[in-house]
């Protein structure tokens, strides 16, 4: 798979943004990702998401993931947002992280 573009990667940090979103309001990761999905068919809005969940099959015209994918996806994107989050915070400690001592 080639290095998305900086569009492209853009797209995947709003996509684990409000993926991490929707599940802090207490949306189940299935939810999540037919909200989040690529394919108009499996999105609950049918709308495209942009590079949302399955965004390769859906330009390849092939089917778009099953439910245990979607899952893995959303988990897999919240635990990735949750550990950026985390280092981000520990690297700059005027936005709240510990400071060494």
Not at 93 to 98: A, M
């Amino acid at each position: 798979m080639p290095r998305p573009t900086r569009a492209q990667r853009a797209a995947i940090a709003q996509r684990r943004a409000d993926a991490v979103e929707l599940r802090l309001a207490g949306a189940n990761p299935l939810t999540v990702g037919r909200k989040l999905a690529a394919d108009p068919t499996l999105n609950s809005d049918r709308t495209a998401y942009p590079c949302g969940y399955g965004h390769e099959l859906y330009a390849k015209g092939r089917p778009a993931p099953d439910e245990e994918t979607l899952v893995r996806s959303v988990n897999r994107d919240i635990a990735e947002a949750s550990e950026q989050r985390i280092a981000s915070s520990q690297a700059d400690p005027g936005r709240g992280g510990r400071q060494a001592r």
